[in-house]
């Protein structure tokens, strides 16, 4: 079919009018198009179920939206972006430029944890690129040993924490699905992640508020360290 744009870009192959066949009508739709387009919409994220069915807009906290802009503006062509599992990797992919094919991500089939050990093997394999791991608070605490290589070997892997102190993509699920009946999805014994970046040796910064993510990405991106930045973000942010 080639691809149809609304915010995002799906891409819908031949095989989708197989797939679609004449379930159309089962979804109160008169044409296969008609069907196409409200999935289209449905993936890209204004069906709040958990309302009134009307569409919304996927806005942002400055702070998500401000600090992925920024990184993205500060990547060259040779930085290698390594994402976890879960809303960070959405985010991420919406927010971050590809280039050369160095996004690396599970596809959303792996599992919480990938994005630390991938950027270390990355950052092994390219020593003089820069290299970022995207991750959440969550994720993060899956791998966190990994921290341990990454100091002993010197990679100056830079971690981008977005911390909403919860599972971001299981909360979102349960909101919209389960009429905000959240059960074990937030995370208040999170640690201190800049006393803990501390304890395994990597710089650390916390991002708060917008005006502090120019002057902490400038420090961070240009350190030659391992470091970690805990971005403080809104469980209230979702994806697609």
């Given at each position: 079919?080639?691809r149809?744009?609304n915010?995002?870009?799906?891409?819908?192959?031949?095989?989708t009018w197989?797939?679609?066949?004449?379930?159309?009508?089962d979804?109160?739709?008169?044409?296969q198009?008609?069907?196409i387009?409200?999935?289209?919409?449905?993936?890209?994220?204004?069906?709040?179920?958990?309302q009134?069915?009307?569409y919304?807009?996927?806005?942002?906290?400055?702070?998500?939206?401000?600090?992925l802009?920024?990184l993205?503006?500060?990547?060259?062509?040779?930085?290698?972006?390594?994402?976890?599992?879960?809303?960070?990797?959405?985010?991420?992919?919406k927010?971050?430029?590809?280039?050369?094919?160095r996004?690396l991500?599970t596809?959303?089939?792996?599992?919480?944890?990938?994005g630390?050990p991938?950027?270390?093997?990355?950052q092994?394999?390219?020593?003089?690129?820069?290299?970022?791991c995207?991750?959440g608070?969550?994720?993060l605490?899956?791998?966190?040993?990994e921290?341990?290589?990454?100091?002993?070997?010197?990679?100056?892997?830079?971690i981008?924490?977005?911390n909403?102190?919860c599972?971001g993509?299981v909360?979102?699920l349960?909101?919209?699905?389960?009429?905000d009946q959240?059960y074990?999805?937030?995370?208040?014994g999170?640690?201190?992640f800049?006393?803990?970046?501390?304890?395994?040796?990597?710089?650390?910064?916390?991002?708060e508020?917008?005006?502090?993510i120019?002057?902490?990405?400038?420090?961070?991106?240009?350190?030659?360290?391992?470091?970690?930045?805990?971005?403080?973000?809104?469980?209230?942010?979702?994806?697609?």
């Amino acid at each position: 079919m080639g691809r149809v744009k609304n915010r995002h870009t799906l891409w819908l192959y031949d095989d989708t009018w197989g797939l679609v066949g004449s379930h159309y009508k089962d979804h109160n739709c008169t044409t296969q198009n008609e069907f196409i387009e409200q999935a289209i919409r449905f993936y890209c994220g204004y069906l709040d179920a958990g309302q009134d069915g009307t569409y919304l807009p996927d806005t942002l906290s400055a702070v998500l939206e401000g600090a992925l802009g920024a990184l993205g503006d500060r990547l060259d062509d040779d930085a290698c972006v390594c994402v976890d599992v879960g809303q960070n990797q959405i985010w991420a992919a919406k927010h971050l430029p590809m280039k050369h094919g160095r996004f690396l991500t599970t596809g959303g089939l792996g599992t919480m944890g990938y994005g630390l050990p991938a950027a270390l093997g990355a950052q092994m394999a390219a020593p003089d690129d820069l290299v970022v791991c995207i991750s959440g608070d969550g994720s993060l605490q899956m791998s966190l040993n990994e921290m341990a290589t990454i100091k002993a070997h010197q990679l100056p892997v830079k971690i981008i924490l977005l911390n909403n102190e919860c599972l971001g993509m299981v909360r979102q699920l349960q909101h919209t699905y389960c009429a905000d009946q959240f059960y074990a999805v937030d995370m208040p014994g999170n640690p201190n992640f800049l006393r803990l970046a501390e304890a395994y040796g990597f710089a650390n910064f916390r991002i708060e508020d917008p005006d502090d993510i120019l002057p902490v990405l400038q420090k961070a991106l240009a350190n030659g360290q391992p470091t970690l930045i805990d971005c403080q973000v809104s469980k209230a942010d979702w994806v697609l």
